[in-house]
């Protein structure tokens, strides 16, 4: 198989031979060799057959037992925030508001005078005491600069005094008079202190993208929003597909509200970007950890607060029938119970106004969506909505005695159903909401696996679907291959070296490994070592956009 019969006469177009190795492909349960012709997988079959086929016009990649799988696909990312996050003062090591007041004092040591401060990470459910600083505190600390610290979850902030005065924040909704600001504040001091120039903002982006790259992603949605960002912000990720850059594809959503088709188009001529819906983080409400998602019932450890509804009924009814109309994807965050309620509401409303299967057909999508019952999963399903949920939330906050007991008591036990959802036949794509969590997929799949409740556990082979070819199918990605490894599939993939490969499920009283080949289950990487896979190569498309330096040691 030369090299000018697998291009079509075309010699110019490289093709490249994996070989040794294993490949994770429906295709071939067993196969150890793959060829890629250009941007397409030509070729899936066994080393013996590889040797036949070899020659020296191509480049032959030594696997040496490493797996070659489809590339990982984020669901929800914000890949500004993501660098900002990477290159600010990271808080998620601080136990105390004087072990952060010290570490701002040690960043703004760091710093021209006139740079804002700006850091991420901090949690004070894991403080002992969970007293927070006050603003006139953080403003000494830095010296006078403004700060702005996100809490990790990114839906409140400690800022200081003078950023406080420069967003004019005294007598907003979510401003008490303290460093801790809530949303309409938040979002006032978060626009406030990330004005960038487009400079900052590209390499923002790229440093998140390359990060995204070299962990094995070949995709990832981008969130963006108005109380998040400017359309500028989102013109600017999307730029990055025809950059010529070997970066993973950016996915962009903008989550804004429409009240007709009229507006929906509008909004979509004015952004500039062939956006795939009105979706993402259109908030419904806010987040556990900063007490701002919505609840039936008030919170464990704060009775006086239930959390903020941030759309009606109605608001949300007229947004998913006006994107239905257009054959567009809507969609809204909403992690609280009495959120989710809503949201059912408004599609039932929306549904009877444009039609069911104008609703079912637009492929809407809930980001988050932690706190279902199996009355809400099945309206889910009815509406053929698909849910975009991030997995080591549950890792991070959902063990005994974690953030998620903290604020909702007895009701964490049944957050985030994973299980329940695949059982009732609602579409799962999993992510990250980097910087919330960090860019690492194989932890996420870990976390399905390994879920605080084990009746909500799902398979590994559940989970990585999960991370990739579900995440093409939630943007409504028309190429059916996508996320497969199969002849005739676009070439956008992983290598990772892996110490141990089996077939791993959710139920403990189950064998989890199987070498029977009738099983004809491919395999993925035994993940109950502690250490993730590494990666070694990411592929998108045919184009090398990582690398490590032992892939062709």
């Known amino acids: ?13 490289k093709v490249t031979m994996y070989r040794n190795g294993s490949v994770y492909s429906a295709a071939d349960p067993f196969a150890t060799a793959m060829v890629v012709d250009g941007g397409t997988v030509a070729w899936i079959g066994s080393e013996q057959a590889a040797s036949s ?4 016009s191509m480049e032959i990649i030594d696997l040496h037992g490493a797996l070659l799988a489809p590339g990982f696909v984020d669901s929800h990312v914000h890949l500004t ?10 808080l998620d090591g601080v136990r105390s508001a004087a072990g952060l007041l010290d570490a701002v004092a040690v960043a703004a040591a760091g710093l021209d005078a006139t740079a804002p401060l700006l850091g991420h990470g901090w949690d004070e459910s894991a403080w002992d005491v969970k007293d927070l600083p006050r603003a006139e505190e953080l403003g000494r600390a830095a010296g006078g600069r403004s700060v702005y610290l996100s809490r990790v979850d990114v839906h409140s902030a400690l800022v200081s005094d003078g950023l406080a005065a420069a967003a004019g924040l005294a007598g907003m909704d979510g401003w008490n008079g303290t460093a801790h600001v809530l949303r309409d504040a938040h979002t006032a001091a978060r626009l406030s202190a990330r004005q960038l120039p487009e400079s900052a903002r590209l390499g923002y982006q790229e440093t998140a993208l390359r990060e995204a790259a070299a962990n094995g992603y070949v995709a990832l949605a981008e969130m963006a929003a108005p109380h998040i960002c400017g359309m500028e912000d989102l013109r600017s990720a999307f730029s990055w597909n025809s950059s010529g850059s070997a970066l993973p594809e950016v996915l962009p959503y903008w989550g804004q509200l429409a ?29 556990i950890g900063s007490r701002t998602a919505a609840l039936t019932e008030p919170y464990a450890d704060s009775p006086v607060h239930r959390g903020t509804l941030y759309l009606s009924v109605d608001e949300a009814a007229r947004h998913l029938a006006a994107c239905s109309l257009l054959g567009l994807q809507a969609g809204f965050h909403v992690i609280g119970d009495a ?10 409303i929306a549904a009877a106004e444009v039609g069911e299967q104008r609703i079912r057909a637009a492929g809407h999508r809930f980001e988050h969506v932690e706190m279902a019952d199996a009355g809400a999963i099945a309206r889910l399903a009815k509406h053929s909505v698909t849910v975009s949920a991030q997995p080591a939330f549950d ?10 007991e903290q604020r909702l008591g007895s009701r964490s036990k049944t957050m985030n159903p994973f299980a329940s959802f695949y059982s009732a036949g609602v579409p799962l794509a999993f ?12 932890s996420s799949v870990r976390a399905c696996l390994e879920h605080s409740n084990p009746a ?3 398979s590994a082979r559940a989970a990585f679907l999960g991370h990739t070819r579900a995440g093409w199918r939630a943007s409504k990605q028309r190429n059916p291959l996508l996320g497969q490894l199969v002849p005739g599939a676009p070439a956008s993939f992983a290598v990772w070296g892996v110490e141990e490969l089996m077939v791993q499920v959710a139920d403990s009283r189950v064998q989890s490994w199987s070498t029977d080949p009738r099983a004809r289950t491919p395999l993925l990487p035994a993940l109950d070592t502690g250490s993730d896979p590494v990666c070694l190569q990411t592929v998108r498309e045919g184009r090398e956009l990582f690398a490590a330096e032992s892939l062709r040691a």
């Open 259 to 287: 009240g007709s088709e009229d507006e929906a188009r509008t909004i979509l001529e004015e952004l500039g970007v062939p956006a795939l819906g009105l979706a993402g983080d259109l908030n419904i409400d806010g987040s």
């Open 431 to 442: 992510g990250s909401d980097s910087p919330v969590t960090p860019l690492r997929p194989w």
């Open 53 to 56: 086929i070899a020659d020296s």
């Open 81 to 90: 925030e993501t660098g900002i996050a990477a290159a600010g003062l990271r």
């Open 395 to 404: 890792a991070e906050w959902g063990a005994p005695g974690g953030m998620y």
């Open 1 to 13: 198989m030369s090299n000018s019969v697998m291009s079509g006469g075309q010699p110019d177009r």
């Open 456 to 458: 909500e556990r799902i």
């Open 339 to 348: 959120g989710l309620a809503g949201a059912l509401e408004a599609l039932d």
